[in-house]
């Protein structure tokens, strides 16, 4: 399974951007990742296959969405009030296997990267 992740770009504070990540098979439990310069690569918001439990870092709850699209393969992360200290490359990554019951929030736990979006929030 290939990820194929699109939508990042340059905004100002407080702008929106929505990020999508097409997978080229199915693909169970998905998540965003990101990685600011010089930072460790940290996750954004999981989800699972039936998209009915996610989860948030705490410092993108309630500003960031992630959802899915099961028929398209696709999941999104809807990035409102967007902040400087969010600027990143964000990441797609998925679980290929079966079931996809729990959301995952550990790097190893994913077992297929897309490429990286960037993402550049300017004050």
């Known amino acids: 399974v290939q990820l194929q992740a699109s939508g990042g770009g340059l905004v100002q504070a407080g702008g929106s951007l929505r990020l999508s990540c097409a997978a080229s098979?199915?693909?169970?439990?998905m998540g965003w990742f990101r990685q600011g310069p010089g930072k460790e690569r940290e996750l954004v918001a999981s989800?699972?296959?039936?998209?009915?439990?996610?989860y948030y870092a705490d410092s993108v709850k309630g500003r960031f969405t992630i959802s899915r699209d099961n028929a398209k393969n696709t999941v999104y992360l809807q990035m409102n009030s967007l902040k400087p200290e969010d600027t990143a490359v964000y990441y797609c990554?998925?679980?290929?296997?079966?079931?996809?019951?729990?959301?995952?929030?550990?790097?190893?736990?994913?077992?297929?990267w897309g490429q990286g979006t960037q993402v550049t929030v300017s004050s």
């Open positions: 990554a998925a679980d290929v296997d079966p079931p996809g019951t729990y959301y995952y929030t550990r790097l190893h736990e994913y077992d297929h």
């Open positions: 098979g199915r693909a169970y439990v």
């Open positions: 989800i699972t296959w039936s998209g009915g439990s996610t």
